[in-house]
């Protein structure tokens, strides 16, 4: 059977303003910067997915993690109409590249999906170190029991769908994860925070929240390997709506293997 033609849209779920050296490691301490927050939607594959979430309340963040502003066609349920015509209890599937509150703010509101996360990064959000332990709320997450919550714990590289893959991505947090899409264009990875920016990728630099930089360095590498377009987790220069953006052929280093198809 062909593999579906898949197209992946990024959409704008809000704005968070930070320091921009959390975002690159070691570069730009104390410029501020305000940032988006992506979640992208897999159009087109057998089941309708979506990949991370987004914040659950704006006033929430600003009062516990920092200044935090979203627009009413910003909030998950308006993109999702918006930029691919579906409700929340339209989509199938949700793919988390991690649990930290702006990834996974919005799950609650998918009552019908599937929930995709590695299994290291399960058992990560329930005893994280110190330093991430404001990032990960277990009332967004689920770990609470929600009867409507189906959670799917994977171990490494899985197939979700014809041409949609996760990759592991370790070193922001254990067990993030990134997801491959094979489209007509190209391979489109939507990188999570393994990448916050196209410059964590370009230059190999990690992002400035790292659980382990040595793992982060190899998964930086990896998106280079296979991506030709990207959606980084925090990349003010993507285009709403689109695929993200172009990896730069300087970028690329060769193939090792083909990821997502």
């Avoid at 910003?74 to 999702?80: N, P, S």
């Avoid at 609470?144 to 994977?154: D, G, H, I, K, T």
């Avoid at 899985?158 to 990134?178: C, E, F, L, N």
Wanted: some cysteine; overall charge negative; proline content about 8%.
């Amino acid at each position: 059977m062909a593999t579906p033609e898949l197209k992946v849209v990024a959409m704008p779920t809000g704005w968070l303003t930070v320091d921009k050296s959390s975002l690159i490691y070691a570069r730009y301490y104390g410029q501020q910067i305000r940032i988006p927050v992506w979640s992208s939607a897999i159009v087109g594959a057998q089941k309708k997915i979506v990949v991370d979430t987004g914040i659950h309340d704006p006033a929430w963040v600003s009062s516990f993690i920092c200044p935090c502003d979203q627009a009413p066609e910003e909030r998950l349920e308006r993109a999702l109409k918006e930029y691919v015509g579906w409700r929340a209890d339209d989509v199938d599937i949700v793919i988390n590249t991690h649990l930290h509150y702006d990834h996974s703010g919005g799950n609650t509101l998918f009552r019908n999906a599937r929930f995709i996360v590695q299994q290291t990064e399960w058992e990560y959000a329930g005893r994280p170190l110190p330093t991430q332990a404001s990032l990960y709320q277990e009332f967004l997450i689920g770990r609470e029991p929600l009867a409507w919550f189906r959670w799917q714990f994977v171990n490494g590289i899985a197939d979700i769908v014809p041409g949609v893959r996760v990759i592991p991505t370790p070193g922001h947090t254990p067990g993030h994860q990134s997801v491959a899409v094979n489209t007509a264009e190209g391979i489109v990875v939507v990188t999570g925070d393994c990448a916050n920016c196209m410059e964590n990728i370009v230059d190999g630099v990690p992002v400035g929240i790292v659980h382990e930089t040595a793992a982060e360095l190899a998964s930086l590498k990896r998106i280079r390997q296979i991506a030709d377009f990207v959606i980084p987790g925090h990349d003010p220069d993507v285009a709403p709506g689109s695929a993200g953006l172009r990896l730069p052929p300087s970028a690329r280093v060769p193939h090792v293997e083909n990821t997502a198809t």
